[in-house]
């Protein structure tokens, strides 16, 4: 299994706008670009999501990064287990496992677990109602419309919903100048994904 990207790996290019479960078919049977591909989407995104989610009594057993790295290595080895049932299921059950690898340390040191809380310096970037839409389609059906969009839809959709980058992440990656412009970028994107995946409906 390879090791995790370093964490200036989100600021290369995406290593692959394959939908996350068609790279999760891949790396089942071995591919290592596919893994590769999997860890640059997962890492960092769950190293800023449990950033201070460790209580301070564990940290001085297991680093927050370790922990994460070591979750998402454990969960890329047991992918023959995972059945995404809903677009973004993946990073979903990253989360959960991140949370019970915590709760476990946090038992491991004999204390109860603290209540699992947004820390107060990060940014939540609430979902727009257009990701809420893509994300309540089925897999199949956003897999198909994700084919029909422009290469830089798919990538600004993929950057988005699968790999969870902030618009910050986002206006960096694609050179625009404000995350403010990633924003509408990131939104034109998801209506015109949901207008595909609207038109394939009525057909």
Known sequence: MSSPPPENERESDLLSDEPT??????ARTG???????????????????AHGK????AR????????VQETVLHVLRRLDTFQPRHVGAMQAYLRQSVLNRIRDEVRRIGR????????????SEE???????????AVSKYNEG?????????????ARIEAQWTYDEIAKHFAMPTPDAARM?????????LDVLKNESGR
């Open 21 to 26: 479960i068609e790279l999760v078919v891949r």
């Open 60 to 67: 001085n057993n297991l680093d927050t990064g370790d922990l």
């Open 185 to 193: 970028a990131v939104s034109r994107a998801l209506r015109r994904l």
């Open 146 to 158: 994700l084919g029909m969009v422009s290469p830089r839809d798919r990538q600004l959709v993929v």
């Open 31 to 49: 591919d290592r670009q596919a893994v590769e591909a999997l860890l640059q989407r997962s890492v960092p995104q769950l190293k800023r999501w």
């Open 127 to 137: 979902p727009s109602p257009e990701e809420q839409a893509v994300k309540a389609e």
């Open 54 to 57: 460790l209580p301070a009594a």
């Open 112 to 123: 109860h677990p603290a209540s699992i809380e947004l820390p107060d310096d990060m940014a």
